[in-house]
């Protein structure tokens, strides 16, 4: 009897299912599970070639049926195996062969290889020495510094920046003192994969003082970016942008960090009382190094952030 190619390929497509149905149905003592394996190499070159023999094809549907269900030869490269690129090697893989080649399903794909993910425990410590013997000029009263607000995050996302012009966020917080845009900014960089985990701590009145908050990150956000107000003032802020805590593969124990004045370029107010005056335009985020923080040469630091691993 002959066949026609479609009538050929459509009766091999039903063989291959029903072995599959067969083998799934039977007992036969190989459950699944048991050949369900992990992706973590990087090894791959052609997608899907599951007995690496440097091409896709029928031989390699065979291969993974044979490992899955009777405990046959594994692969050599688990990630070429993983044909759905799903970081594991199972069942899912053998279908999605078969779809491939008999019904044009998706092309098998490399898998991204998982990254292993470390995390850490850290305590920050900001320890404001802001206060009328360090920087007498003009000091106001009822010093004190906002609450801190900040993120874990990666290298894709820049909250502030020395030389850049300030958010809405960071306007509001160096203005008012006031979490919510930031936060918002912050949701945002989480729902586009470059922000972890959302900081919010306590503020320090009055000033000098100290306030303590415990945070987690992990390696693929080790960065942390802090900020708080200092008020009374136009638009003047303390913190840090980007602070890596992670490095050649390990967390650092303690970083010690010295806050000196940032100006969000958003207020034309020269002293801690200055009236409401906006900035127009807005001007790029810059360090004071002037009056009323410059004593004799030099800008002594308004305080401290230490971050201390748990």
Request: with cysteine.
């Amino acid at each position: 009897m002959n066949f026609s190619k479609s009538e050929y390929m459509s009766n091999t497509t039903h063989y291959v299912l029903g072995v599959l149905a067969v083998l799934v149905f039977m007992d036969l003592g190989f459950p699944i599970q048991a050949h369900s394996e992990s992706t973590l190499n990087s090894c791959c070159l052609v997608g899907g070639d599951a007995n690496s023999d440097g091409t896709f094809n029928i031989a390699d549907v065979t291969f993974g049926i044979a490992r899955i269900f009777t405990g046959g030869s594994a692969p050599t490269c688990l990630e070429e195996a993983d044909a759905n690129a799903d970081n594991a090697f199972n069942i899912a893989d053998v279908t999605f062969g078969i779809m491939r080649i008999f019904s044009g399903g998706a092309a098998p794909m490399c898998p991204v290889p998982i990254v292993p993910v470390d995390s850490a425990t850290y305590i920050v410590t900001f320890e404001s020495t802001w206060s009328v013997i360090t920087h007498p000029d003009n000091f106001p009263p009822n010093p004190h510094f906002s609450g801190l607000i900040g993120a874990t995050h990666d290298s894709t996302v820049l909250f502030w920046e020395e030389g850049a012009l300030a958010s809405l966020g960071i306007k509001s917080m160096a203005e008012f003192g006031s979490k919510f845009a930031l936060t918002t900014e912050v949701g945002v960089a989480q729902q586009d994969g470059s922000a972890e985990y959302l900081l919010s701590g306590g503020f320090i009145s009055p000033s000098p003082g100290s306030v303590s908050y415990t945070f987690e990150i992990t390696s693929v956000y080790s960065k942390v970016t802090l900020v708080s107000m200092l008020a009374p003032s136009p638009d003047w802020f303390v913190g840090v942008n980007g602070l890596e805590l992670y490095a050649n593969g390990q967390w650092l124990d303690t970083v010690v960090v010295e806050l000196f004045p940032y100006d969000a370029g958003t207020d034309d107010g020269i002293i801690y009382t200055s009236s409401n005056a906006v900035t127009s335009p807005f001007e790029v985020i810059s360090a004071i190094a002037t009056s009323p923080f410059l004593i004799g040469p030099n800008v002594p630091p308004l305080g401290t952030f230490t971050f201390v691993r748990q």
